[in-house]
């Protein structure tokens, strides 16, 4: 399409690399690619893009440098929000719309050039000075160098074509944002779409036993794909508990001018024991704020957000919302995290409009086993064991590509002071008080959530039948009822879900709900159980149902 002039994929799900195909293209004035999931660097034939003045890449994962922009004439470029990195060159620096926040540039000078380069200026005046010159020999001179361009091109074109894996391995690993590997075995091979599944150490093969002995082993994350294995429990351990604070201590100043000091209108949602407002910088960056409330401290306030921060600080999982900073001040004791715009699955299952197009039954199952390896790793992998103690759906917020993030985790000392009920519909029989939660507690709240996901009911609705009001009780004698069960699930499906994957997800959550604690699993067992559940239904998760008609048996 060598006649293209604008071209706008803004708003969409795009995602993987460019590859290098916009040589062709010299009457190309606008390119939108925004708001999408793309990867990787930006394709050298950019810089033949000598028509564009307008280009649009923000909210995206892009990674490294930017220079193959540098020498076109842009009058409006935005790069916010992705994963860019060294220096923004001089000649971008004078663009009339520059927007560049949210990305991680060098700081202090930039490096001189290499030895024989010139500054684009330089180019530029040494080119008009050749247009006034030309003559026969100039001419000669021109084709020489056009067929030596034109063998280079093909070197580097070969060149490309034979390193484009190993170069693709490495812009993941540099990514800051794990997206989740896929998920592969003899039996599953899933698509390159199923993002997120998990990350793993390549060199890794501890057992259960092994981890249980040796609590301070670390499990670096890498992102190269390998079969799963029931009897591998390395093989679920996506990320490492590290011995650092890597948090940034942000100036109450600086959070009161991006909350329009905490302004009402800022205020993102309300929990037993503070508020979360959204901060916005003027750079573009947006953060999630929580403001924990001063009464909840004892006598050493200092020495005991201190050791909260220090503890959070050290989570580090893919499905785990990201502590990024904290602020102590003035009395004012506040966390800041990653902040995602789709919000929480609370919000998606029960807040949305008739707008919004509902969760389908793939995006369920991977929020599902997301949450899961998110409280495994709480649960079996951190040393001491972290009780989450408030496993609900407002505490599970959605990426852009709709991965969960668990949040609240840390917080358990607060929640024990708090004399409410920490989720009515959440807790599990046997907590009576917040001081009674336990690992299999957690379990409980978790295939609560499992429930909400199948239904797409409240934990507990006072508006309905009596006998309805609470979801456990209502669900739980129907969980084996297949027919029953095809009545329970989300309207909002319209049908659409393997049948047989769906009996598997009710009988994971008849097991986390028992009425005993000792009988339900531990979660480790939980995501094995998940894992077969999307091996054995062969499940394709591209997450395009809508085109699709419902699964018949035949396919299992």
Same mark, same amino acid.
């Given at each position: 399409?060598? %006649?293209?002039?604008?071209?706008?994929?803004?708003?969409? *799900?795009?995602?993987?690399?460019?590859?290098?195909?916009?040589?062709?293209?010299?009457?190309?004035?606008?390119?939108?690619?925004?708001?999408?999931?793309?990867?990787?660097?930006?394709?050298?034939?950019?810089?033949?893009?000598?028509?564009? /003045?307008?280009?649009?890449?923000?909210?995206?994962?892009?990674? #490294?440098?930017?220079?193959? $922009? /540098?020498?076109?004439?842009?009058? %409006?470029?935005?790069?916010?929000?992705?994963?860019?990195?060294?220096?923004?060159?001089?000649?971008?620096?004078?663009?009339?719309?520059?927007?560049?926040?949210?990305?991680?540039?060098?700081?202090?000078?930039?490096?001189?050039?290499?030895?024989?380069?010139?500054?684009?200026?330089? @180019?530029?005046?040494?080119?008009?000075?050749?247009?006034? #010159?030309?003559?026969?020999?100039?001419?000669?001179?021109?084709?020489?160098?056009?067929?030596?361009?034109?063998?280079?091109?093909?070197?580097?074109?070969?060149?490309?074509?034979?390193?484009?894996?190993?170069?693709?391995?490495?812009?993941?690993?540099?990514?800051?944002?794990?997206?989740?590997?896929? !998920?592969?075995? *003899?039996? $599953?091979?899933?698509?390159?779409?199923?993002?997120?599944?998990?990350?793993?150490?390549?060199?890794?093969?501890?057992?259960?036993?092994?981890? *249980?002995?040796?609590?301070?082993?670390?499990?670096?994350?890498? %992102?190269?794909?390998?079969?799963?294995?029931?009897? @591998?429990?390395?093989?679920?351990?996506?990320?490492?508990?590290?011995?650092?604070?890597?948090?940034?201590?942000?100036?109450?100043?600086?959070?009161?001018?991006?909350?329009?000091?905490?302004?009402?209108?800022?205020?993102? #949602?309300?929990?037993?024991?503070?508020?979360?407002?959204?901060?916005? =910088?003027?750079?573009?960056?947006?953060?999630?704020?929580?403001?924990?409330?001063?009464?909840?401290?004892?006598?050493?306030?200092?020495?005991?957000?201190?050791?909260?921060?220090?503890?959070?600080?050290?989570?580090?999982?893919?499905?785990?919302?990201?502590?990024?900073? =904290?602020?102590?001040?003035?009395?004012?004791?506040?966390?800041?995290?990653?902040?995602?715009?789709?919000?929480?699955?609370?919000?998606?299952?029960?807040?949305?409009?008739?707008?919004?197009?509902?969760?389908?039954?793939?995006?369920?199952?991977?929020?599902?086993?997301?949450?899961?390896?998110?409280? @495994? =790793?709480?649960?079996?992998? &951190?040393?001491?064991?972290?009780?989450?103690?408030?496993?609900?759906?407002?505490?599970?917020? !959605?990426?852009?590509?709709?991965?969960?993030?668990?949040?609240?985790?840390?917080?358990?000392?607060?929640?024990?002071?708090?004399?409410?009920?920490?989720?009515?519909?959440?807790?599990?029989?046997? &907590?009576?008080?917040?001081?009674?939660?336990?690992?299999?507690?957690?379990? =409980?709240?978790?295939?609560?959530?499992?429930?909400?996901?199948?239904?797409?009911?409240?934990?507990?609705?006072?508006?309905?039948?009596? /006998? @309805?009001?609470?979801?456990?009780?209502?669900?739980?004698?129907? $969980?084996?009822?297949?027919?029953?069960?095809?009545?329970?699930?989300?309207?909002?499906?319209?049908? $659409?879900?393997?049948?047989? /994957?769906?009996?598997?997800?009710?009988?994971?959550?008849?097991? &986390?709900?028992?009425?005993?604690?000792?009988?339900?699993?531990?979660?480790?067992?939980?995501?094995?159980?998940?894992?077969? !559940?999307?091996?054995?239904?062969?499940?394709?998760?591209?997450?395009?149902?809508?085109?699709? &008609?419902?699964?018949?048996?035949?396919?299992?």
């Amino acid at each position: 399409m060598i %006649d293209l002039e604008y071209l706008d994929l803004g708003h969409n *799900q795009l995602n993987g690399q460019l590859s290098d195909m916009f040589g062709k293209l010299p009457k190309l004035q606008m390119l939108d690619l925004s708001y999408n999931s793309i990867t990787g660097n930006l394709p050298q034939s950019f810089a033949s893009l000598k028509s564009l /003045s307008s280009l649009y890449l923000q909210n995206n994962k892009f990674t #490294g440098p930017i220079n193959a $922009l /540098s020498n076109l004439d842009l009058k %409006d470029l935005n790069v916010e929000n992705n994963q860019f990195t060294g220096w923004i060159p001089d000649e971008l620096k004078e663009i009339d719309d520059l927007k560049t926040g949210g990305n991680s540039w060098s700081k202090g000078p930039a490096p001189p050039p290499p030895p024989g380069a010139r500054p684009a200026s330089k @180019e530029k005046e040494s080119e008009n000075g050749k247009k006034s #010159g030309v003559n026969g020999l100039a001419i000669a001179l021109s084709v020489v160098g056009s067929l030596v361009v034109l063998a280079l091109l093909i070197t580097l074109f070969s060149k490309r074509k034979s390193t484009v894996s190993s170069h693709f391995l490495d812009e993941e690993r540099a990514s800051h944002r794990r997206a989740f590997t896929p !998920l592969s075995s *003899q039996e $599953l091979s899933v698509p390159k779409d199923y993002q997120d599944f998990k990350s793993l150490d390549s060199s890794a093969s501890i057992d259960m036993k092994s981890l *249980q002995k040796s609590p301070s082993v670390k499990t670096p994350i890498n %992102d190269r794909v390998q079969s799963f294995s029931d009897n @591998e429990f390395a093989n679920r351990l996506m990320a490492k508990r590290s011995t650092s604070i890597h948090a940034t201590a942000y100036s109450l100043v600086d959070l009161q001018t991006a909350t329009a000091n905490f302004a009402t209108g800022r205020l993102l #949602g309300e929990g037993t024991i503070g508020r979360v407002y959204r901060a916005k =910088y003027a750079d573009g960056k947006v953060l999630a704020v929580k403001k924990i409330e001063s009464s909840l401290f004892h006598g050493g306030k200092g020495e005991e957000f201190s050791a909260i921060v220090s503890n959070i600080s050290r989570v580090h999982h893919p499905n785990i919302a990201e502590l990024v900073g =904290y602020c102590s001040e003035q009395g004012h004791n506040l966390l800041i995290y990653e902040y995602f715009r789709n919000g929480s699955l609370h919000e998606f299952l029960h807040l949305s409009d008739d707008f919004s197009k509902p969760l389908t039954w793939n995006t369920r199952v991977r929020i599902a086993l997301g949450t899961a390896r998110a409280v @495994e =790793y709480l649960h079996e992998v &951190c040393s001491p064991s972290v009780v989450h103690k408030n496993i609900k759906s407002s505490n599970i917020l !959605l990426d852009s590509e709709l991965n969960p993030r668990l949040s609240d985790y840390g917080l358990a000392n607060f929640h024990q002071r708090t004399s409410q009920n920490l989720g009515v519909g959440y807790n599990a029989p046997e &907590c009576t008080k917040p001081s009674a939660y336990t690992l299999k507690s957690d379990v =409980y709240s978790f295939g609560v959530v499992m429930l909400e996901l199948l239904t797409g009911r409240m934990p507990y609705d006072g508006k309905k039948p009596k /006998s @309805e009001q609470s979801l456990v009780r209502w669900a739980t004698p129907q $969980l084996h009822d297949i027919d029953a069960l095809a009545k329970m699930v989300d309207p909002a499906l319209r049908g $659409l879900y393997p049948p047989k /994957s769906l009996s598997r997800f009710a009988d994971v959550i008849a097991l &986390c709900v028992q009425v005993e604690s000792e009988f339900r699993p531990p979660m480790s067992e939980v995501v094995q159980a998940l894992v077969r !559940l999307v091996q054995r239904s062969s499940m394709n998760m591209r997450d395009d149902l809508a085109a699709s &008609c419902r699964t018949d048996d035949s396919d299992y």
